[in-house]
């Protein structure tokens, strides 16, 4: 503990460093702090995952009345093993990065501030320490939108919208937390561990789909996703990095933490809307990650996607856990939060490589891009493998993650009950679907962004990055590869923080050593050995294709149909390379195209201009939010008509009020 | 069932005979299925080794690449080779006991395969062209509507084995006979017919005999492919068309592979695989002289109705076991 809490000194630092130095100083400064504040955080929590203790803390001198309850245990580390490691690389980015509003003083200490919330959430454990580190994450990420660019329309539109969303969310959080307290006592998470078996089981399940909305939010599960896509790519890189990868795993820590362990499992209704919530949300951001052309949009619909499949193994894991097989349940827990570690690392680097794309081009428009692997190879071989890893290509960590999921489903249909046989049904359905999908958007991703030739000057005048951020994203890439190739080394730390999540002293559903190997089901994978095979004939198809080679490759003009010229305006652009999945989607997806054609004045036959637009927004933002917007700002004008600013109207109705209380009351 | 382990030393000998078995049957079950295609319109048609003399011609060819390409064009035919190799290599094909048969789950096959079809898609965006980006477009279209279908089919095999493991799932099924009429395993049947044949281009979801530009999906995707380059693409195609015929002959019908650790158990495997994977090749072909080239906006009914029987499978199996 003392060790965190230093991590945690030095976030504060680096904070106080950011606002307090120089110009000149101040980003390596407070970078550096955050970085050690971060590798100190990362050493505390893996003593605590490799030891399995608990360790508590607790004063009354930072925060007032009821003080500051902090205690680390295996579920609360692993989530803040994800986010140092997420952290320390976004530190470092920001060496590179940090230019203009962002070296600002309020910029750096936002971030570090930010850094510091999501290192404390995992560890608060009394619901007003939770909330009061949670609330502090929501604003100064929400600032964070604005520093970059607080004068574009779209920045000030997302921090709006994350804003009433993210305070939506954490009333909802907050009501459904005290509702426990109600009848327990202490407003610690002891306490309420204690007493909640002693609660009606309606207030248990009220007081858990009140914070489950709150944190579903948070996670980005649909229909509560809206803000996530216009906050994240609005954000800073680095900060995009931490929230795609780190705050949105927040929300699945506070379903498990309240849900599994404070409520110890609940009923199996209540993961069954854990489960469709992740199932929807899994479809809904796979699709539309696919037909996004803004880099950033796209990462963070799979952010969605990536995180309704964490939440079918949560939801999985709870109601296998309620039916009785906690075996299967907790492989189905180590899936989810393997996943979770994973998607940190793959989507950490994803976020920083669209970071450098746009900080060398100007633009994260896909349609805009393309030939970046010639400009900047590093940044493209990196965004190369961490893409591999979320289309869960064999031996990476996107894989190895999903195939634990797969088989938590797969033998969820052990149980016999409707309910679960359907919800594990959905899940496998849900877990093929979006696999192909998310294998279209990244080729795209890559495909489009990195490949071809230049689509616009500033991506064929594109300058390599500066060499801490190739470094911040080569650390991300790391776990990629280690999860894939050698995931049971890690296991024994996930199954420690799933056992917690779900209170159960079970041994582990995987064998020790460096494979995955269940030991109640036939189930294995060799992750390391397959590698060692994929490179074996990689090398032997390379050596035979050496040998054949009797000259290098000569260079010649790509097939045009016998035309001369070949400009880059006759590639492929990500809108029309997805354009066929869009019409097959296009009931889901309402994309809104027109077009525009202009006549010569002398003939109707023959056109002079002709204008196409192909838009895919949000179809639940569009027709499920904004009628409910809409009428909100009907009924507050409406309103205003009884409001003209004169005293005595006022006082009128102040006395008409005060009369109808007393009526009331008499 | 008593199981036998056979030596490291037969397992790898199998994995070699899957592995050159693969090589030369991909190509001839194409050479054969386009003879079946020839016959049946009054043809001679080429002889059945007509791919593997094709494959020999492009190899001593000059290797030409385009322009703009990096080094993804030459990478991405052997990143499409080793991923089928190893699915090949560690697939029940000819014995029960391939190595690394442990690993064989159907989740890392559909995913080495999907490996192949990324990187043959990320080569087609390449060069930089129009045909590339189409090829490209369309067969991840084609490939995200199918492989969930693939993967959904051989999981309503896997509920009924109680396991993903590919051999496990094979040897359930000898030790099981009656499974093979099964309702479950009709649809699935039903449905990896349909996804194999969308996931090896063959008709109605793409002509591979077509050089008309608009109506290409895999072809224009190589299109900037040329010489031993693109014999190395033509052999992984050929490849995982061996590899899915086997599995969809191994899953529904496994009598004939090597259980035991004999060698005269492995000839008779070969010899059985060959068999049945020539009878879905004729099964195949007859569906292809019968029909023409869907829309490509057909397509996704006819992948969304295999999806959907796949999806059947799963539930017929649950309510049946």
Redesign the interface.
């Known amino acids: 503990m003392a060790l965190l809490l230093l991590g945690l000194g030095c976030c504060v630092l680096a904070a106080a460093a950011a606002s307090a130095l120089p110009r000149s100083w101040r980003v390596p400064a407070s970078a550096g702090l955050g970085a050690t504040g971060c590798a100190l955080a990362f050493v505390a929590a893996m003593r605590v995952l490799v030891t399995g203790g608990v360790e508590s803390f607790s004063t009354t001198r930072l925060l007032p009345m009821f003080g500051l309850t902090l205690s680390i245990d295996p579920l609360g580390a692993l989530f803040i093993v994800a986010t140092s490691f997420v952290g320390f690389a976004a530190c470092i980015y920001c060496i590179g990065y940090a230019r203009g509003e962002l070296q600002s003083r309020t910029a750096m200490s936002l971030l570090m501030v930010f850094i510091l919330t999501l290192l404390a959430v995992p560890v608060a454990s009394s619901i007003v320490s939770l909330m009061f580190c949670w609330e502090l994450m929501a604003l100064s990420s929400m600032l964070l939108i604005l520093t970059d660019q607080r004068h574009s329309r779209a920045a000030r539109s997302a921090a709006l919208w994350y804003g009433v969303m993210t305070q939506l969310g954490a009333a909802s959080i907050l009501f459904g937390l005290l509702l426990l307290t109600v009848h327990g006592g202490g407003q610690t998470f002891a306490d309420i561990r204690l007493h909640s078996m002693a609660l009606s089981s309606a207030v248990r399940s009220f007081a858990f789909f009140l914070a489950l909305l709150g944190f579903a939010s948070k996670a980005g599960a649909v229909p509560l996703h809206v803000w996530l896509p216009k906050a994240h790519p609005e954000a800073p890189s680095p900060v995009s990095a931490l929230m795609s990868s780190s705050m949105v795993a927040m929300g699945v820590y506070g379903i498990i933490r309240v849900g599994g362990d404070l409520l110890h499992g609940g009923t199996v209704w209540w993961w069954v809307a854990v489960a469709a919530f992740g199932a929807v949300s899994a479809l809904y951001g796979a699709l539309h990650a696919t037909t996004s052309t803004d880099i950033k949009r796209l990462l963070a619909y799979s952010t969605i996607d990536i995180l309704g499949l964490v939440l079918i193994g949560v939801g999985a894991a709870g109601a296998l856990y309620d039916t009785g097989h906690p075996g299967v349940a907790q492989l189905a827990m180590m899936a989810a939060l393997l996943l979770v570690v994973a998607h940190a690392g793959f989507k950490g680097a994803l976020f920083l490589g669209a970071g450098s794309i746009e900080r060398s081009t100007g633009t994260r428009d896909l349609d805009q891009l393309g030939g970046l692997i010639h400009r900047m190879p590093f940044t493209a071989a990196l965004f190369a493998l961490s893409a591999c890893s979320i289309m869960a290509v064999p031996t990476l960590s996107g894989f190895s993650s999903e195939w634990l999921l797969l088989q938590g489903l797969l033998h969820g249909f052990t149980d016999r009950s409707t309910p679960t046989l359907i919800m594990m049904l959905v899940g496998v359905v849900a877990l093929a679907l979006t696999g192909g999908l998310t294998a279209v958007a990244f080729v795209k991703a890559f495909g489009i962004g990195f490949l071809g030739q230049a689509r616009s000057p500033g991506a064929a005048n594109a300058v390599d990055v500066a060499p801490s951020m190739k470094i911040a994203m080569a650390l991300l890439v790391i776990p990629s590869i280690v999860i894939g190739v050698v995931p049971g080394l890690l296991l024994p730390l996930i199954n420690r923080a799933a056992t917690t999540g779900l209170a159960t002293a079970a041994p582990s559903p995987v064998e020790r050593g460096t494979s995955l190997v269940l030991t109640q089901f036939r189930g294995t994978i060799e992750p390391a050995a397959l590698f060692a095979g994929l490179v074996l004939v990689l090398l032997i198809v390379w050596a035979v294709n050496q040998r054949l080679a009797q000259r290098s490759a000569r260079r010649v003009d790509a097939w045009s149909c016998g035309r001369d010229v070949q400009t880059p305006r006759m590639q492929y652009t990500a809108t029309s390379f997805a354009e066929p999945l869009q019409r097959v989607f296009a009931d889901v997806l309402r994309p809104q195209s027109d077009v525009e054609v202009t006549h010569v004045a002398e003939s109707q036959y023959y056109e002079q201009s002709l204008m196409y637009q192909n838009r895919v927004s949000d179809a639940l933002e569009l027709h499920g939010y904004r009628p409910v917007i809409d009428a909100a700002l009907r009924i507050g004008k409406s309103a205003r008509r009884i409001q003209n600013g004169s005293i005595h109207r006022y006082l009128a109705f102040g006395f008409v009020a005060l009369l109808l209380i007393l009526v009331v009351l008499a | 069932m008593i199981a036998i382990v056979p030596s490291a030393a037969y397992s790898t000998l199998a994995t070699l005979v899957q592995i050159v078995l693969v090589v030369l049957l991909g190509p001839l079950l194409i050479g054969f299925m386009a003879k079946v295609r020839a016959r049946a319109e009054g043809r001679v048609g080429a002889p059945i080794n007509q791919p593997l003399r094709d494959l020999r011609k492009l190899?001593s060819k000059?290797?030409?690449?385009?322009?703009?390409?990096?080094?993804?064009l030459?990478f991405a035919?052997?990143?499409i080779?080793?991923?089928t190799?190893?699915a090949v290599?560690?697939s029940p094909l000819v014995t029960t006991h391939p190595l690394?048969g442990?690993?064989a789950?159907i989740?890392?096959i559909?995913?080495?395969l999907?490996?192949g079809?990324?990187a043959a898609?990320?080569a087609?965006?390449?060069?930089?062209?129009?045909?590339?980006?189409?090829g490209?477009?369309?067969a991840?279209?084609i490939?995200?509507?199918?492989?969930?279908?693939l993967?959904?089919a051989v999981?309503a095999l896997?509920?009924q084995s109680?396991?993903?493991?590919l051999p496990?799932m094979i040897s359930t099924t000898l030790t099981h006979p009656n499974w093979v009429s099964g309702p479950s395993r009709l649809l699935a049947l039903v449905a990896l017919v349909i996804v194999v044949i969308a996931e090896t281009g063959r008709l109605p979801v793409d002509n591979p005999s077509t050089h008309l530009?608009l109506t290409m999906i895999h072809e224009a995707m190589i299109?900037?492919y040329a010489g031993?380059?693109l014999a190395?693409v033509t052999l992984g195609a050929s490849m995982r068309l061996g590899l899915l015929f086997s599995l969809i002959a191994n899953l529904f019908f496994p009598w004939g592979i090597a259980t035991s650790g004999s060698i005269l158990g492995l000839l008779l495997g070969v010899a059985a695989l060959v068999a049945k994977t020539a009878l879905v090749a004729f099964g195949v072909s007859l569906i292809e002289i019968r029909s023409a080239k869907l829309r490509?906006?057909r397509l996704?009914e006819l992948l969304a109705g295999g999806f959907v029987l796949s999806?059947l499978a799963?539930?017929t199996g649950?309510v049946t076991r």
């Open positions: 190899l000059e290797r030409l690449h385009a322009r703009h390409a990096s080094v993804v030459p035919p052997m990143v080779l080793a991923a190799s190893v290599a560690i690394l442990s690993s789950d989740l890392v559909v995913y080495l999907l490996t079809s990324v898609a990320l087609g965006l390449d060069a930089g062209t129009a045909f590339g980006g189409m490209a477009s369309r991840m279209t490939g995200a509507l199918a492989e969930p279908a993967l959904v999981i896997s509920i109680g396991t993903s493991n496990s530009e299109l900037e031993p380059e190395l490509l906006f996704p999806v799963v539930i649950l």
